[in-house]
C-alpha cells in the first residue's frame, strides 16, 4: 500500500515537471535551402536548422546564414 502511494506521488511529480518545462518558440515560417546535396531550413533571423527535428520533435540548430553560406555553430567541448 505504501510503494503504490509513493508511486503515484513521483508520477505526479513527473506530470507537473513536464508540464512546467516552457517549449521554446519556433519561427512561424522558414525557407529550405539545398547546400551540398543536404536540405537546410533557414529562418528570417538568419539562423539554420537541420532538416530532422531531435528525440522531442524540437528543430536543431545548426549554423548562422552569412553572406549567402551557413557558418556553423560551434561544437560544444565535453570534459
Not at 505504501?2 to 519556433?26: D, H, N, Q, T, W
Not at 533557414?42 to 553560406?69: H, P, Q
Amino acid at each position: 500500500k505504501k510503494r503504490e502511494k509513493r508511486k503515484a506521488k513521483r508520477a505526479a511529480k513527473r506530470r507537473l515537471k513536464e508540464v512546467a518545462v516552457p517549449e521554446p518558440a519556433e519561427p512561424a515560417e522558414l525557407q529550405g535551402v539545398v547546400l551540398g546535396g543536404e536540405l537546410l531550413l533557414r529562418a528570417a533571423d538568419g539562423t539554420v536548422y537541420a532538416s530532422e527535428r531531435d528525440d522531442r520533435g524540437a528543430l536543431v540548430a545548426v549554423g548562422r546564414w552569412e553572406a549567402g553560406a551557413v557558418v556553423p555553430l560551434p561544437k560544444a567541448v565535453s570534459s
